[in-house]
T-cell receptor, first 114, second 113 residues
Framework: ETGVTQSPTHLIKTRGQQVTLRCSSQ?????VSWYQQALGQGPQFIFQ???????GRGNFPPRFSGLQFPNYSSELNVNALELDDSALYLC?????????????FGPGTRLTVL | AQSVTQLDSHVSVSEGTPVLLRCNYS??????LFWYVQHPNKGLQLLLK??????LVKGINGFEAEFKKSETSFHLTKPSAHMSDAAEYFC???????????FGSGTKLNVKP
């Protein structure tokens, strides 16, 4: 069974650019959530996708957007990058979106904005 | 509203001694609670979860946690620390209509030889 994978591992962008991060969910998982983890902090919820539809969103501006594909893989897009967007971006998949469902996390993408 | 407070940002123990990592939560719902561990340059790994069954939950690697509703706590314990336990630990609460995870700020566990 393949776990959650993310690409790329690291990324360096400049302020104002756009970035796309990718996530492959664990086999059979239909729900993908994205989190932002700033240095020294706990992860913060960005949004969640269930069967290709956005299922919930955290307190992030609209320049953070996402997609989920029919194979349940997902993308996180960030437009007009700001310095504060520098963080570890984590993708997590789960079998359903009920509150009791554990989430399985990928290793993350480290984004640096200069 | 849901939130998690991890009461210690750093905990240091000697190898072979007990570990206690403290977590208090707030939830408008009947909560689901989780503990995850994050080793450097590795993804978050689930240690254990509470989902309204037994209040004492056993997890991997000898960890366990007790759900105390009256104290709104979900502290993580281990009887005997191992060097490999050194990592950052996150307490998580989830509830309501979907599994939006609310993370605490983390506790870094240092294990001394």
């Amino acid at each position: 069974e393949t776990g959650v994978t993310q690409s790329p591992t690291h990324l360096i962008k400049t302020r104002g650019q756009q970035v796309t991060l990718r996530c492959s969910s664990q086999s059979g998982h239909n729900t993908v959530s994205w989190y932002q983890q700033a240095l020294g902090q706990g992860p913060q919820f960005i949004f969640q996708y269930y069967r290709e539809e956005e299922n919930g969103r955290g307190n992030f501006p609209p320049r953070f957007s996402g997609l989920q594909f029919p194979n349940y893989s997902s993308e996180l897009n960030v437009n007009a990058l700001e310095l504060d967007d520098s963080a570890l971006y984590l993708c997590a998949s789960s079998l359903g979106f009920e509150a009791y469902n554990e989430q399985f996390f990928g290793p993350g993408t480290r984004l640096t904005v200069l | 509203a849901q939130s998690v407070t991890q009461l210690d940002s750093h905990v240091s123990v000697s190898e072979g001694t007990p570990v206690l990592l403290r977590c208090n939560y707030s939830s408008s719902y009947s909560p689901s609670l989780f503990w995850y561990v994050q080793h450097p340059n590795k993804g978050l790994q689930l240690l254990l979860k509470y989902t309204s069954a037994a209040t004492l939950v056993k997890g991997i690697n000898g960890f366990e946690a007790e759900f105390k509703k009256s104290e709104t706590s979900f502290h993580l314990t281990k009887p005997s620390a191992h060097m490999s336990d050194a990592a950052e630990y996150f307490c998580v609460v989830s509830g309501g209509n979907f599994n939006k995870f609310y993370f605490g700020s983390g506790t870094k566990l240092n294990v001394k030889p």
